[in-house]
Nanobody, 120 residues
Framework: QVQLVESGGGLVQAGGSLRLSCAAS????????VGWFRQAPGKDRELIAT????????YYADSVKGRFTISTDNAKNTVYLQMNNLEREDTADYYC?????????????WGQGTHVTVSS
């Protein structure tokens, strides 16, 4: 199994930045892709970014493209989500997830989430 722990959420003003971290442990050698998801109140869960565990390639949803950057530090078994120019619409619970498959749409393990609030 893979255990995932997210951190870095909090309260930030619109236009500000946050960096979320996703620390992986356990069978990390089985990880192929990592994804960041978010879910806002009353909305469906949204896949916002993915990266291969070894690095590129990456994928970004249109809603975050140009503002968010996903990256990996394999030495630390950690995946980051740098979020810049945050908007109120980015307020949500953010989750990381991993998969052993090549698909960016199906994930096996999930973290507990970290909350981001963007104030105006």
């Amino acid at each position: 199994q893979v255990q995932l722990v997210e951190s870095g959420g909090g309260l930030v003003q619109a236009g500000g930045s946050l960096r979320l971290s996703c620390a992986a442990s356990g069978r990390t050698f089985s990880i192929y892709n990592v994804g960041w998801f978010r879910q806002a109140p009353g909305k469906d869960r949204e896949l916002i970014a993915t990266i291969r565990w070894s690095g590129d390639p990456t994928y970004y949803a249109d809603s975050v493209k140009g503002r968010f950057t996903i990256s990996t530090d394999n030495a630390k078994n950690t995946v980051y989500l740098q979020m810049n120019n945050l908007e109120r619409e980015d307020t949500a619970d953010y989750y990381c997830a991993t998969t052993a498959s090549g698909s960016r749409w199906s994930y096996d393990y999930w973290g507990q989430g970290t909350h981001v609030t963007v104030s105006s």
